[in-house]
Each structure stands twice: as C-alpha cells, then as structure tokens.
C-alpha cells in the first residue's frame, strides 16, 4: 500500500503554461492556424504530458493484461472461460488482432497473466504477475480481497516502471478475460452512478435473452455488495477483475512518470474510471484513442471527460483501438517537430491587414 500511495502522491497536473508554448509552436508552423484540427490537439496534449518541448515516441508499447471471472458461472458470456488462456497463447505467437495491429503500429505488446485459471506453459513473452485463478463469482461474494486489490494495481504499476529504464515512451491499455464486460459494467455504473442496463453491452456477441440475464446480474452484485462509489480499492475488491486492477496501476504508473497513456475500450475505461477516483489528476495523462461500440463506453468518456479519437465501432478490446491510435499519436508528434515554421520556409504568413 505505501508503494501505491508514493506512486499516486506523484501525479500532479500537468504545467498550462506547456501548452501555450505548444500552441505558439503550433500556430507558426506553415499552415492556416488550426487547420490540422486534433493532430494540433494530440500534440499540444502530448508536450503537456510529457513536459518536453520536442517530444518523442520511439518506444511505444502496449500492456495487454488477462485474467479471468468468476463470474462467468452464471452464464454472462458467449464464449467458454478457456479461450482467455487460448488467446493468451495466440498473443505470444503473435496472431491477434493486438498483434498485427501493434506491429503495424510499430509497437511491442507486453503480456502479463495477472489470474487466468487455465494453467498456462512458461513462454519467454508471458509475465506472469497471477493473483489468482480468476476473481470470485461477484453475484454471489466480493469479487476478491483488498489486499488482492493492493497487489493487482501495484503489479500493474510494476508492468511499467519495469520498461521505464528502456525508454518507454508512450503506453497503450488492453486486457483479455472472458467475463470482464460483466465486471466492468458494474464498475462503470457505480463510478458514474448511471442505471446498470445503460452501461451493459452485448460484450462477446450475446442474444438479448442472455443480455437481460447479464444485466439482473449485475444489478444483483451491486445491490448485494453495495460498493461505495468514492472508494476505488471498495469497488475493484467487490465487483471488479485482477487484469482490471492491473491496468488501474499501469495507469497510475503512467502519470506518475508523465508518459501518455492511451486508453483502449470499455474495459480500459473502467480501469480508468477507478484510477481517476484514487487520483483525479490521472485523467490528464489519458488520451481516448477510440468509441467502442460497447454503450458503457461512452458513459465512461463523459465521465472522464475525454473525447475519442477514433470512431469505428470496435469492441475487440486486446489493445487494438490503442494500436491504431499510436500511430495517430506518432503523427501529430512528427507534425509538430518537423514540420517547417513559416520563418524556416521562408513563406508569407497571415497578413494582420484584413
């Protein structure tokens, strides 16, 4: 608990005067002001971050975290809990949509077992950081302990500040857990206090009989744990998820040492709902990188206060609307470092004549 107080005692709001300067940069380069639109803004949102005047990705890496649900016993899911260990095994080979997409990105995907129950073989990619075989069924007991919780989110902290010392420089969320639409949706209804069937997707592709049942589900785990909405580590330990407590503490991590911190989908958001409840300045390290087309998605960036960069109706989750967002993030950084100012060029700016 001291190593997740030192870390959340570190994120402070960014300096404003950041993006004055960033602004200032931006409206001398050789283009009508604001005609590059939120390339302009991810820039300008990326020197804040990260306080450099010329910023860089070089080394941007994803943190694909699994773990499993207990929860899944009540049948929330269309798909078997044994395919989070599977998909696992296809995240090594390199054959998922992260994967293509991350080395399209020119990304790397760091994967960590935070609680898969399957027994999974030692891979020299895998890291394992495993609290448990998945969570506790919620319906029934508290998804899992506080002290588990603690360790979840400060494992997630450990993820990054293990990559820090070679370079990481932009960091991308994704997760893998059949279940875990369940677990976040309950999430996303206590931290945003909006009703359970507005903030409840059809998650892997359920019929509407099963939706309904996952809804009574999640309105039954909330009314019998009652978590308390101002208490992330209350929240996490009653209806939440290993892999979702993982990437709260890669968030924190990553405001702490100021690198952006791209969030993926629905469960990402959740995450990133409770990071921002143990540390409200958390939020301006975080950059949408896309819409899911799950609906509690978008009560998460309202919440948050985000406005997403893409919009192409994914909910694959893994880290894939991430990967496509970094490379959003490498353009707007090359914009604003490359590009020639009107005084380099030699080229006539806007006459203050009109």
Known sequence: MDRLKACLDAIAAPDQNLSLAANERLDQLTKPVGSLGRLEELARTIVEITG??????????IFTLAADHGVVGEGVSAYPQVVTAQMVENFLRGG????????????????????????????????????????????????????????????????????LPSGLDLIGTGEMGIGNTT????????????????????????????????????????????????????????????????????????????????????????????????SPHARHYLIAGHQSAEPGHRAVLRHL???????????????????????????AVSIYNEMATFKSAGVSSRSSEQ
């Open 183 to 278: 677990a976040s949706s309950a999430i996303t209804a206590v931290v945003t206090r909006r009703p359970v069937v507005e903030v409840t997707g059809r998650g892997t592709g359920i019929d509407g009989e099963t939706w309904r049942h996952k809804v009574r589900v999640i309105n039954q785990a909330i009314e019998r744990h009652q978590p308390d909405s101002n208490d992330a580590l209350d929240i996490l330990m009653k209806v939440g998820g290993f892999e979702i407590g993982g990437l709260v503490g890669v968030i924190i991590a990553g405001a702490a040492n100021r690198v952006p911190v791209i969030l993926d989908g629905f469960i990402s958001g959740a995450a990133a709902l409770l990071a921002t409840t143990l």
């Open 96 to 163: 998922a949509a992260v994967n293509v997409l991350a080395r399209q990105a020119g990304a790397r995907v760091i994967v960590a077992d935070f609680g898969v129950a399957s027994p999974l073989p030692p891979h020299p990619l895998l890291v394992v950081k495993k609290i448990g075989n998945g969570t506790r069924n919620l319906t029934r007991e508290a998804a899992m302990t506080r002290e588990q919780a603690v360790t979840a989110i400060e494992s997630g902290m450990e993820l990054v500040e293990h990559e």
């Open 305 to 331: 206060r985000l406005r997403p960069y893409l919009e192409l109706d994914m909910r694959l989750g893994e880290g894939t609307g991430a990967a496509l967002a970094i490379g959003l993030c490498r353009a």
């Open 52 to 61: 450099k005047p010329i910023p860089a990705v070089h080394n941007p890496a």
